[in-house]
């Protein structure tokens, strides 16, 4: 039995941070009257500790990947026409002059 410490969330909403019992047999930890499914790939370490992410609903851990989300690449044609570039670079400069103003 390892002493791990389990991410508790909801709906991608931390509830709380807990220390588990984590049995590598079976890949249950326990935590009082309650276990959940934490798979050893989903392991992260901070200062000499094991941390991992678990949805409650679904009482199984899951990845970093899946809690934070990953970046995607839009697909864009080679051969954009030039009207639509440029309202695309009229909204991202737009939003950023925008974003600068609500800072100050």
């Known amino acids: 039995m390892k002493i791990i410490r ?6 991608g909403n931390l509830l709380d941070i807990v220390k588990a019992k984590w ?7 326990k935590i009082k009257n309650q276990r959940y499914y934490v798979d050893s790939k989903h392991f992260f370490y901070r200062k000499k500790r094991i941390y991992a992410f678990v949805d409650i ?12 989300g990953e970046s995607v690449e839009p697909n864009l ?4 026409d030039m009207k639509l570039q440029n309202y695309l670079n009229y909204l991202t400069e737009r939003s950023f002059w925008q974003s600068l103003k609500t800072l100050s």
């Open 6 to 11: 389990l991410i508790l969330l909801k709906k």
């Open 23 to 29: 049995d590598e047999t079976t890949n249950l930890a």
């Open 57 to 68: 609903n679904r009482s199984k851990s899951i990845s970093g990947n899946e809690v934070l």
């Open 77 to 80: 044609s080679d051969n954009i």
